[in-house]
T-cell receptor, first 116, second 115 residues
């Protein structure tokens, strides 16, 4: 299957700083990318959907000013957690998809963010 | 709206046991159905998929059949291994209905296989 690379795989940052997570589709052009957050032993919570060249669509309850998403090209999307706080500590996962009918999405390996 | 319901875990089995993880869905139209697997500390991997009624997806000994009459997509494996221990997510996508192309996930079922 297609490969999605997410970087970094883990990061520790100080409270109040910003952290950027990258998601790249390595061997296909992703018209749509998704960002999820996963709490321990829980399912994935969709945070936002982004299409290349347009603004991301955020799910209800997700602060767009705190979680900045940029989908600058067909192979790269970034999630920036701004002014991080300990409650932002979580596992963040991206996925990418080619926008045809009912195709599966391919997932990155996830980023473990710890805010201290 | 569209939804996916899967059996709650954790499911604990002995090695070589038969596995079934139930999944039912609610959706209009003709969704595609997926099973994803998540190993500890990793992202999700597509395990298998089915795009139309009566299709059977299979991979690594796992199988699931798209049953439109019962709106189900149960995951089965005849003989599980310790290495199958993971969290399994049933999911659907219904692009023709959801213009934003969301994939809808079940809550996940944690599987423990004992040696």
């Amino acid at each position: 299957g297609a490969v999605v690379s997410q970087h970094p795989s883990w990061v520790i940052c100080k409270s109040g700083t910003s952290v950027k997570i990258e998601c790249r589709s390595l061997d296909f052009q992703a018209t749509t990318m998704f960002w999820y957050r996963q709490f321990p032993k829980q399912s994935l919570m969709l945070m936002a959907t982004s299409n290349e060249g347009s603004k991301a669509t955020y799910e209800q309850g997700v602060e767009k000013d705190k979680f900045l998403i940029n989908h600058a090209s067909l192979t790269l999307s970034t999630l920036t957690v701004t002014s991080a706080h300990p409650e932002d500590s979580s596992f963040y996962i991206c996925s990418a998809r080619v926008q045809t009918v009912n195709t599966e999405a391919f997932f990155g390996q996830g980023t473990r963010l710890t805010v201290v | 709206g569209d939804s996916v319901t899967q059996m709650e875990g954790p499911v604990t089995l002995s090695e070589e046991a038969f596995l079934t993880i139930n999944c039912t869905y609610t959706a209009t139209g003709y969704p595609s159905l997926f099973w994803y697997v998540q190993y500890p500390g990793e992202g999700l991997q597509l395990l298998l998929k089915a795009t139309k009624a009566d299709d059977k997806g299979s991979n690594k000994g796992f199988e699931a059949t798209y049953r439109k009459e019962t709106t189900s997509f149960h995951l089965e494996k005849g003989s599980v291994q310790v290495s199958d221990s993971a969290v399994y997510f049933c999911a659907l996508t219904n692009t023709l209905k959801n213009r934003d192309d969301k994939i809808i996930f079940g809550k996940g079922t944690r599987l423990h296989i004992l040696p």
